[in-house]
């Protein structure tokens, strides 16, 4: 025991060092955990208020040579005073007229104020029939600016390549369109119904039909029993005959 205490007294002073050095070590290391932490942190915060604007060219369900473009924020946060700078990258007249096809809905020209995470906002629509090679060999692209809740400023570039729906085909209609029309013939004929439009067509069976079937039936079974006594007196006969 003494042996200890007299090392100790001894190398107290390299002992203080050492100390102070894990000691210190060890609130380096707490500091860059607390650093990576409030960054992370940070980064979570902004995701949670960052807008990101999508544009999508689509074909509607009622046709899929009818294209039209979907604007969307994927991003969690809204996007303020969202401004957009259309322009043809690739293509001659028909991406002119196509450009001009999509950009005919207003907010293209004026922008948007408020722009909602998940809200959607269409184009106007494209007929891919009239000049189709043309309009399928043409890449646009917009230029968008905007601003997220918190001041900070974004600018993409969104290029739209027509050549990926070269090909693409449609059998029958989509489930929700058919259901949706199949709703709506059914909305209509009930609406003409009540409103007395149009008829039930009905088929009614009153007393007096039924007594005319009964007779009817009834005189089917009494030709049905000439019938068979008819039958049986000829079979007796021919039984009675000599051989």
């Avoid at 390549?161 to 090909?167: I, R």
Wanted: aromatic residues 8%.
């Amino acid at each position: 025991m003494n042996e200890t205490l007299d090392f100790l007294n001894k190398n107290s002073g390299a002992l203080t060092v050492i100390f102070t050095a894990v000691v210190t070590l060890a609130t380096a290391v707490y500091a860059l955990l607390t650093y990576v932490l409030v960054k992370e942190t940070r980064l979570m915060r902004q995701v949670q208020t960052e807008p990101k604007i999508e544009i999508t060219a689509r074909s509607m369900e009622i046709s899929i040579h009818i294209l039209r473009l979907h604007v969307r924020n994927i991003g969690l946060g809204p996007a303020l005073n969202v401004k957009f700078k259309p322009r043809v990258i690739q293509g001659s007249e028909a991406a002119v007229a196509l450009l001009a096809d999509f950009t005919r809905t207003n907010f293209f020209e004026v922008g948007l104020a408020y722009f909602g995470p998940g809200q959607e906002h269409f184009s106007s629509y494209t007929q891919m029939t009239k000049n189709h090679e043309g309009k399928i060999a043409t890449v646009i692209a917009f230029e968008i600016d905007y601003e997220s809740c918190t001041g900070v400023k974004y600018h993409e570039v969104v290029h739209i390549d027509m050549s990926e729906h070269k090909g693409a085909y449609q059998l029958g209609k989509p489930h929700l369109y058919a259901i949706a029309q199949s709703l709506e013939m059914l909305q209509r004929d009930v609406g003409h119904i009540v409103s007395g439009f149009k008829r039930i067509r009905a088929d009614v069976f009153t007393a007096s039909d039924r007594e005319a079937e009964k007779e009817k039936w009834g005189n089917q079974l009494e030709e049905l029993k000439r019938e068979a006594t008819k039958f049986e007196k000829t079979d007796s006969l021919s039984e009675e005959k000599p051989l």
